[in-house]
């Protein structure tokens, strides 16, 4: 089975600092790879996804993520953080192997605080 | 354009209560979900649907029961309520999956308590 690890469960950061979250899958073929983000008392929002391609992918509100096999990664980054970047963040993968690939596996999620 | 609508956004029910949760979606998606979502737990599929007239269980399908009789809706019932049930509640639809996969679209989620 599919499952996701989202490494530290919050992660505060000062305003203008590089966001760094974590995020490690296991999977004997590689997944389609997302990050959504949810806002205080909102639904989840697609913030980036890696399906095939260019492992380094852009996403909205400048984040980004590299997807890496070799070390079954798809860490999300910001350069500099704001302060409206402050929110939950759920790194998720489907199965691409056959059959099941409309499902997603989430990660705990990662809650993301930034400081004046 | 609405996107995914879940009714209600809040209910507060008694151990034992009976209810039904909605979800619709506008945008003609053939796949549809539910998920419970519990403090550091993240986000839990409970049962979805692949089209119209089918469902199948999630990870957590236990104490719940779907239905999908039209394609736009996706009804969640719980016969029973009991306290563990207490959760928030979201809805997901995505589109029939091609070559690459498709991202879910969430509604904004419905807050149950049992009491």
């Known amino acids: 089975a599919q499952s996701v690890t989202q490494l530290g469960s919050h992660v505060s950061v000062s305003e203008g600092a590089l966001v760094l979250l974590r995020c490690n899958y296991s999977?004997?073929?590689?997944?389609?790879l997302f990050w959504y983000v949810q806002y205080p008392n909102q639904g989840l929002q697609l913030l980036l996804k890696?399906?095939?391609?260019?492992?380094l992918v852009k996403g909205i509100n400048g984040f980004e993520a590299e997807f890496k096999k070799s070390e079954t990664s798809f860490h999300l980054t910001k350069p500099s953080a704001h302060m409206s970047d402050a929110a939950e963040y759920f790194c998720?993968?489907?199965?691409?192997?056959?059959?099941?690939?409309?499902?997603?596996?989430f990660g705990k999620g990662t809650l993301l605080t930034v400081n004046p | 354009n609405a996107g995914v609508t879940q009714t209600p956004k809040f209910r507060v029910l008694k151990t034992g209560q009976s209810m039904t949760l909605l979800c619709a979606q506008d945008?003609?998606?053939?796949?549809m979900y539910w998920y419970r979502q519990d403090p550091g737990m993240g986000l839990r599929l409970i049962h979805y649907s692949v089209g119209e007239g089918t469902t199948a269980k999630g990870e957590v399908p236990d104490g719940y029961n779907v239905s999908r009789l039209k394609k736009q809706n996706f009804l969640l019932g719980l016969e029973s309520a009991a306290p563990s049930q207490t959760s928030v509640y979201f809805c997901a639809s995505t589109e029939r999956l091609g070559t690459v996969n498709q991202p879910q679209h969430f509604g904004d989620g419905t807050r149950l308590s049992i009491l």
């Open positions: 890696y399906t095939t391609g260019a492992t």
């Open positions: 945008m003609n998606h053939e796949y």
């Open positions: 999977s004997s073929v590689p997944p389609y």
């Open positions: 998720a993968v489907t199965d691409n192997s056959g059959g099941s690939n409309y499902k997603l596996t």
